[in-house]
């Protein structure tokens, strides 16, 4: 979990994917909840991943990558470019993947947006609701 800094009248909590929420504890109390409502629900219609909107970087294992990685180091595709660029990757959590570019293969693919996307989808669906 992320960490709580306690101010005078408001909470300011940072959740594990960098989304700060700020306000008194019932309103952090209900983001978060609204957050992990909405996480479910994405889960549950099937939520698509490696949408355009996606921003994925390319890493290498330090100093351990051949000439073609390391051209790639550094780089960021969409995420839809990331399933038809490197169609053998496998998921390692929601937000990285093991590129598996070829054979021994120790690159990965990190998800870097995923807090503004979070928040626009949140802000999307809050505004539809009320
Ligand atoms: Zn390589
Ligand atoms: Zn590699």
């Avoid at 390391?70 to 093991?98: C, K, Q, W």
Wanted: hydrophobic content about 35%; some cysteine.
């Amino acid at each position: 979990m992320g960490c709580i800094h306690n101010q005078p009248a408001s909470e300011r909590f940072e959740t594990v994917n960098g989304i700060i929420i700020e306000g008194d504890a019932s309103r952090v109390l209900a983001t978060l909840r609204r957050i992990k409502n909405s996480m479910l629900v994405w889960e549950a219609v099937g939520y698509e991943r490696f949408h355009p909107e996606e921003d994925w970087i390319f890493e290498t294992k330090s100093g351990r990558s051949c000439p073609r990685c390391l051209s790639l180091n550094g780089r960021v595709y969409p995420g839809d470019e990331v399933a038809r660029i490197f169609p053998n990757h496998v998921p390692m959590s929601p937000t990285e993947v093991s590129a598996r570019l070829h054979r021994n293969c120790g690159c990965r693919l990190r998800w870097i947006n995923i807090k503004e996307m979070l928040q626009s989808r949140l802000h999307r669906e809050s505004s539809v609701v009320r």
